[in-house]
């Protein structure tokens, strides 16, 4: 795993496992994409970094005392192109 990516720390970063995007923000992951773990060496591979990635994300949660229940997400909307 990257080890300058860390969760919540950014608007900015997008870490790869495999074919699995993950992009970073203030208030959230988002994983995206497919990550298929073989019985292999490779899927073993790719089975410890998205663990250790998700072991940074539940660290960096329990480390906020100030963790909301939960936070609001915004619908999505459309807005005019500014280049049209």
């Known amino acids: 795993m990257d080890a300058g990516f860390t969760p919540y720390a ?3 970063d997008v ?3 495999d074919h699995l995007e993950i992009e970073n923000r203030l208030d959230r992951l988002t994983l995206t994409g497919d ?3 073989t019985r292999d060496r490779t899927g073993l591979a790719l089975a410890r970094e998205l663990h250790a990635l ?5 660290a960096q949660l329990e ?3 100030a963790l909301p229940e939960r936070i609001a ?3 999505p909307r459309i807005v ?4 049209a």
């Open 10 to 12: 950014n608007e900015s």
């Open 15 to 17: 870490l790869r496992i």
């Open 35 to 37: 990550l298929v773990l």
């Open 54 to 58: 998700l072991g940074q994300a539940i």
């Open 63 to 65: 480390a906020d005392p």
């Open 73 to 75: 997400v915004l619908a």
């Open 80 to 83: 005019r192109n500014p280049f």
